[in-house]
């Protein structure tokens, strides 16, 4: 990893990130909806089905890029909604700035284990699993805070009605994909390409996507992948007894309040 890198991933978890955030988020429009999520929780791959739902292309990683942008790549984001609405991707928490919004949320204990073999393969974790699982739920790994800030900060901001708000479980898009993609489109307004959903899905199983990644390499191609194994519940065969009561100190509460009814140890006893 390049000096230049590593001095730009140190600084983006610190102050001196808050007043690039702000540069960001301007020139919005009232259509606009949002994509939030915390990092490797799927948003690509709902990205790239929404992009061809939505705008009726075959979606790779450029036009994805180009077209549903990430927040602060805005202004060039196409008008694929209603009311020459865009819909703009964002790791960031909760923003007043976020009107309309689907919230992507995923199993804490997958997000942990993808984030981890992505950071590894950029050079950015260093401790073990055990330390990471920990930094992950306390004071966080990358730039947009712990996961369960985070996650904290989108649910409040649903409830209390400061924003409309689609929650959306990852492993029930993985699980029943069409009804999934339905609900969000009949959230964006659009039931007129819901015959589009079938295909997208079809375009971009895991199979599709790790093909797509091989044409169009990203930065953690050269020493990992960006496209993992997509898995819901995978980390029962990595994570120990320790890490499962780590997960339940720290956020059992919430999973229960986000519709992760259980959290079950290794040995399938509640801890």
């Known amino acids: 990893m390049s000096t230049l890198r590593k001095i730009r991933h140190t600084l983006s978890k610190t102050p001196a990130?808050?007043?690039?955030v702000w540069i960001r988020h301007r020139g919005f429009r009232p259509a606009d909806v949002f994509v939030g999520s915390y990092?490797?929780?799927?948003?690509?791959?709902?990205?790239?089905?929404?992009?061809?739902?939505l705008a009726?292309?075959?979606s790779g990683f450029a036009n994805t890029n180009?077209?549903?942008?990430?927040?602060?790549?805005?202004?060039?984001?196409?008008?694929?909604?209603?009311?020459?609405g865009r819909l703009i991707k964002t790791h960031e928490r909760f923003r007043p700035?976020?009107?309309?919004?689907?919230y992507l949320v995923r199993d804490p204990r997958d997000v942990a284990l993808s984030e981890f073999a992505y950071q590894k393969a950029l050079g950015y974790a260093k401790d073990d699993f055990d330390e990471y699982v920990q930094r992950f739920l306390q004071s966080g790994v990358n730039p947009f805070g712990s996961w369960i800030e985070h996650a904290n900060s989108w649910i409040n901001a649903a409830e209390s009605g400061r924003s409309e708000i689609l929650h959306v479980k990852f492993e029930e898009l993985k699980r029943k994909p069409q009804p999934e993609?339905?609900?969000?489109?009949?959230f964006f307004g659009m039931p007129e390409v819901k015959h589009r959903i079938g295909p997208a899905i079809e375009n971009n199983s895991l199979a599709r996507m790790k093909e797509k990644e091989k044409a169009t390499?990203?930065?953690?191609?050269?020493?990992?992948?960006f496209i993992r194994s997509g898995s819901a519940g995978g980390w029962r065969s990595s994570f120990t007894e320790h890490?499962?009561?780590?997960?339940?100190?720290?956020?059992?509460?919430?999973?229960?309040?986000?519709?992760?009814?259980?959290?079950?140890?290794?040995?399938?006893?509640?801890?």
């Open 66 to 84: 180009e077209m549903l942008p990430d927040v602060g790549k805005h202004d060039a984001g196409a008008s694929v909604l209603p009311g020459n």
């Open 243 to 271: 890490q499962c009561q780590l997960v339940q100190q720290y956020s059992g509460a919430l999973l229960a309040r986000l519709g992760y009814s259980e959290i079950q140890s290794l040995e399938g006893q509640l801890v």
């Open 97 to 102: 700035e976020y009107k309309r919004a689907v």
């Open 17 to 20: 990130r808050v007043p690039l």
């Open 181 to 186: 993609l339905e609900r969000i489109v009949d």
């Open 56 to 58: 009726g292309q075959t």
């Open 217 to 225: 390499p990203q930065r953690a191609s050269a020493k990992g992948r």
């Open 39 to 53: 990092p490797r929780s799927g948003s690509t791959w709902l990205r790239f089905m929404l992009l061809e739902i």
